[in-house]
């Protein structure tokens, strides 16, 4: 199993929490769920990862006072939640996502801060037509989705067990 170069590994974490950290600010009402469970840490571990792909490590996280995360560099010694995916088919998993599915995550730890991540969960959606419409505007931001949404779809058609 060929592992991740740990610089690279670390490059895309800290995307990964820039990418979260900007959905959640646009969302007042995450951020606030988040803000009084500030100092807590928790842990996001891949298990059942194909040996064919670069094998990912886990991803440390603290939540912030501003109700974000930061990543961590270590392991910490406790983390107070700890979030498992099922990354056995990582495209499945990716195409269940993008549909708003939770199939293969488990949560579990500290109370309030599982019922914070779970509301996060079922309640936080980054709305990529708006944000490509930031960008190009809002008549090519409707074909890009459409055209997504479309290829999302048939390539899920073509993942549906016959």
């Not at 807590?40 to 501003?66: E, I, K, M, N, R």
């Not at 037509?129 to 960008?135: H, K, N, S, T």
């Amino acid at each position: 199993m060929p592992e991740f170069p740990p610089l690279l590994s670390a490059g895309l974490q800290d995307r990964l929490v820039l990418l979260l950290n900007h959905v959640l600010s646009r969302e007042p009402a995450a951020c606030d769920r988040l803000r009084p469970l500030a100092g807590q840490q928790l842990s996001v571990l891949l298990d059942g990862q194909p040996g064919w792909a670069p094998q990912l490590p886990p991803l440390h996280l603290l939540l912030t006072p501003a109700g974000l995360f930061e990543r961590l560099d270590a392991a910490p010694t406790q983390a107070e939640l700890q979030i498992r995916i099922d990354a056995r088919n990582p495209l499945q998993l990716a195409l269940g996502a993008l549909q708003g599915e939770r199939r293969g995550v488990t949560v579990s730890g500290e109370v309030a801060l599982a019922a914070a991540v779970n509301w996060l969960f079922e309640n936080l959606r980054w709305d990529l037509g708006d944000e490509l419409a930031r960008i190009v505007g809002a008549a090519p931001a409707q074909m890009l989705e459409q055209a997504a949404m479309a290829a999302r779809a048939a390539i899920a058609k073509l993942l549906a067990p016959r």
